[in-house]
């Protein structure tokens, strides 16, 4: 991963209400100034066993690592499993943060380490949790320094008794793929970091095999602000059906990216609003979906009026000197050398989709291959649904809202022609061969 994250800014886009309240603090906050922020965290008499995962589930949170799953649903299941085969369960605060466009959670991480760890905390004690760990990239560059050691620090800073809740902080490898939730749990286990051919979820069998919650760490930041503020303070922020204040990467035009605090249902043009002229945008991440600018300039941040779920939180305007079908067929060969390759559709299918989608947007082979646009089409629906994880649905998603949201580009390259006239990539993606 580059070190892009010095190019990061926090702009507060929402009016808060007092006390701090779920705003990122402007400059890293010490564990004392952490407290004065946001207040102290509810010790565990004030918060009884039960009451937080009730909090949780009256706020309706929804993970923020992607996949948008409710995490009262995720509790619940892990804390069965652990009762059911007698194993204390094991959490992982998720803060890989893979995708090389993403900043928000290097950024939550390096402003407010401490409200990531006060989740941790706070879920460990709820579920009587063995182990709580921190995982981040290891080495992970945030431009203002040494994020890992920015953790260590804050560790240092907690009084464990007082917590009543080890964490362990865990140095990853700065892959794509390495924070799908089974190949994390495999890198923890001193394993090759791969999703594992598994029946069982990590919820029912997860770290050193016990149940285990993993959590995107703003999914965890969000428990340490409802513990304190109510589930009602939470759901005052986005929309009944997508509630609670969220952290975007924005990158608008040729503007650096910066970090975005707001909430579903916002408006997207004011987040935007800097960019110019432009074709589309890219909602959610590299596993989202592209959408049109007419539809972008009138949509709210919701997966209703997107048609797209608000995933890892990116959100990229796409200049429109920009080429759609260039920028996409960098991502896919990114998506597509960050596979593990241990399954068919990674090992056979991205690749070939990738190198269908460089002929596509180079409008000279477009325009000598008709039955390009087919393939890649066929090809989508043979590795849709078949991998161990879900990184070729992903990655299907994204090619396909490609296809729809940037026909004209494509009628276009098919005559020998491209709209864009600068075919520079946009969105950072390491460069690697592609070797299939
Ligand atoms: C290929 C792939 C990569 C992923 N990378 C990340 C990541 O870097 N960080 C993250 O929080 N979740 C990532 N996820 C999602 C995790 O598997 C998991 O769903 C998530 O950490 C759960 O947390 P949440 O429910 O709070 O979002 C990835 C998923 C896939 C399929
Ligand atoms: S689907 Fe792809 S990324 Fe996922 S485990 Fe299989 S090869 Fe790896």
Not at 372 to 379: A, G, M, N, P, S
């Amino acid at each position: 991963m580059t070190a892009t994250d010095n190019r990061t800014e926090t702009l507060v886009i929402e009016p808060q209400q007092a006390q701090g309240n779920g705003v990122l603090p402007s400059r890293p906050l010490n564990h004392a100034e952490h407290r004065a922020y946001y207040g102290v965290l509810p010790a565990p008499d004030r918060l009884p066993l039960g009451e937080l995962a009730s909090m949780i589930g009256h706020a309706g949170v929804r993970g923020r690592g992607g996949a948008g799953f409710p995490l009262y649903r995720k509790l619940v299941s892990v804390s069965g499993a652990a009762r059911a085969r007698r194993i204390a369960p094991a959490i992982v605060a998720n803060g890989c943060e893979g995708e090389p466009a993403s900043h928000k959670d290097k950024h939550l991480l390096w402003l407010a380490p401490h409200l990531v760890l006060d989740g941790l905390v706070l879920l460990g004690r709820e579920l009587r949790a063995t182990r709580a760990v921190l995982a981040v990239e290891a080495g992970a560059p945030n431009g203002r320094g040494d994020l890992v050691r920015r953790l260590r620090e804050a560790l240092n800073e907690r009084d464990v008794r007082q917590d009543g809740v080890r964490i362990e902080l865990a140095e990853v490898p700065g892959r794509f793929i390495a924070g799908e939730s089974a190949a994390l749990v495999s890198t923890l286990d001193g394993g090759p970091g791969l999703p594992p051919y598994s029946e069982l979820s990590v919820r029912e069998s997860g770290v050193g095999g016990a149940p285990t919650l993993v959590q995107n760490v703003e999914t965890v930041a969000q428990v340490a602000l409802i513990a304190r503020y109510g589930p009602d303070w939470f759901r005052d922020y986005g929309t009944a059906a997508e509630p609670g204040p969220q952290l975007f990467t924005v990158y608008s035009g040729r503007q650096r990216p910066r970090v975005v605090h707001s909430a579903a249902g916002a408006a997207l043009a004011p987040l935007i609003a800097d960019a110019g002229p432009i074709d589309a945008v890219l909602v959610g991440g590299y596993h989202g979906s592209w959408i049109p600018a007419p539809l972008a300039r009138h949509a709210r941040l919701t997966e209703a009026d997107l048609g797209a779920p608000l995933g890892a939180g990116l959100i990229a305007a796409l200049p429109a000197d920009r080429c759609g079908l260039a920028e996409t067929a960098h991502i896919v060969r990114y998506l597509a050398l960050e596979s593990a390759g241990q399954c068919g559709p990674c090992l056979n299918g991205l690749p070939r989709i990738a190198a269908a989608l460089e002929q596509l947007a180079d409008p000279h082979q477009a325009a000598r291959d008709r039955g390009l646009l087919e393939r890649i089409e066929r090809w989508c629906g043979m590795v849709e649904g078949r991998g161990l994880c879900h990184h070729p649905d992903g990655s299907v998603r994204l090619v396909r809202s490609a296809l729809m949201t940037f026909r004209t580009e494509i009628a276009a390259h098919h005559a020998g022609q491209c709209t864009g006239g600068d075919r520079r990539p946009l969105l950072p993606a390491p460069a690697r061969e592609l070797v299939h």
